[in-house]
C-alpha cells in the first residue's frame, strides 16, 4: 500500500486545514487508516483513526476540532482540522493497517500553525 498525503502549510491560530491521504489501493480493504503527527523532538502520536466499518476515534488533544473521513470510491481518508493551536504544529503522517496487519506510512505533510 502507498500512501501519499497532502494538504498540509502554514495556518494561523484559529484557522483550518484539511489534510488528504490518497491510498494505492482499496481502502476498503484495509483495516483500518488513520492520521498521526510527530513534532519536534517528539515521539509520533495517533491523531485519529477510522477504521473499515467507519468507527473512528480520536486523541484527547484534538477531540471536537478534528473530524476523520473516508472517500472509498476516491481511497482517500481526510483529516478536517478546525481550531487550530500553535501545539498543532508538526509533520503529519498517514497511515494503513492492512487486513494482515501490516502497517504502511505515508511521507508526511507538514502542518506549522503560527501568527
Known amino acids: 500500500v502507498q500512501l501519499q498525503a497532502s494538504g498540509g502549510g502554514l495556518v494561523q491560530p484559529g484557522g483550518s486545514l484539511r489534510l488528504s491521504c490518497a491510498a494505492s489501493?482499496?481502502?476498503?480493504?484495509?483495516?483500518?487508516m488513520g492520521w498521526y503527527r510527530q513534532a519536534p523532538g517528539k515521539l509520533r502520536d495517533l491523531v485519529a483513526r477510522v477504521t473499515s466499518g467507519g468507527s473512528t476515534n480520536y486523541s484527547d488533544s484534538v477531540k471536537g476540532r478534528a473530524t476523520i473521513s473516508k472517500d472509498n470510491a476516491k481511497n482517500t481518508v481526510y483529516l478536517q482540522m478546525n481550531s487550530l493551536k500553535p501545539e498543532d504544529t508538526a509533520l503529519y503522517y498517514c497511515n494503513a493497517v492492512s487486513r494482515d496487519w501490516r502497517i504502511y506510512w505515508g511521507q508526511g505533510t507538514q502542518v506549522t500553525v503560527s501568527s
Open positions: 489501493t482499496s481502502i476498503s480493504s484495509v483495516n483500518a
